[in-house]
């Protein structure tokens, strides 16, 4: 699938309610890659890369002591007080190299929002994060570099600013880089200063954020228009870090691909039952 960018623009000011613009990046798979500003050795893998699955991805690290990255070329203007929400597929397979705590590979994958430059930060253990200032990174991290970058283990994920390892962590039970696809949700509500991270190995949105930290990123980014993006890095130990699939919303607009139905519909639909009932009994009698 072609990636599709929608602009609703002009219902929204028709409605005079909402944002005064809403914009949704999409991509059903990394086909097509041209919008994109790669870097580092992103860049120097050919596109476009077929998985082991036969699916066209959008692989950021393919080997040892590499750092790379890809953003969107153009920045998004995040004008509701750098309000977003995202979420992606992605996939760590062909484990490489040395081995922590939980085994081979590394180092893993970072979803990064910044202002800084298009760009890719350090190698290893700096998931291509470490460096990008005003900036807030969700990081996907599979290997244990100790508390000099903050890990509390070789499997967690984090949510950082300013281009350090300095966020909260939540250990993750299974090995990210297991080769299965995983499911993650960022949302931050800039009413609220609020980042949530949601991980699942099912295409289901969890009810319960899985990580979350209170952030000003307006402050942090020091503007609102920002570059959005991957990164990622390996060292002595590597992989194939992949993303399968991504969309982006400009807005606080969480994305649940399977929603369950609000308690109120639930309610109209047994009234509607109900008086289906009814009106059988009243057509037998
Ligand atoms: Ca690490
Ligand atoms: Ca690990």
New binding site residues.
Partial sequence: MKKIITTVAGIAAAMSIGPASALTVTYGDFSDLSAFQQNGATAAIADPVTDASNRKVLRLTNNLNQSGSAFLTNSINLANQASFSTKFTFNISNPQGIS????Q??DGIVFVVQTVANTAGGIGGGIGYLGIAKSVGVELD???NGPGLNDPN??HIGINLGGNFNGSTQPIGT?M?NGSDWFAWVDYDGVNDLIEVRLSQTNARPVAATLSRTADLVAELGQTNAFVGFTSGTGSAGGFHDIVNWEFRDTFQPIDPNPTPEPGSLALLGIALTGLAGLRRRVRA
């Fill in positions: 922590d705590g939980d085994g590979g590394a599979t290997w244990d070789g499997n090995r880089n």
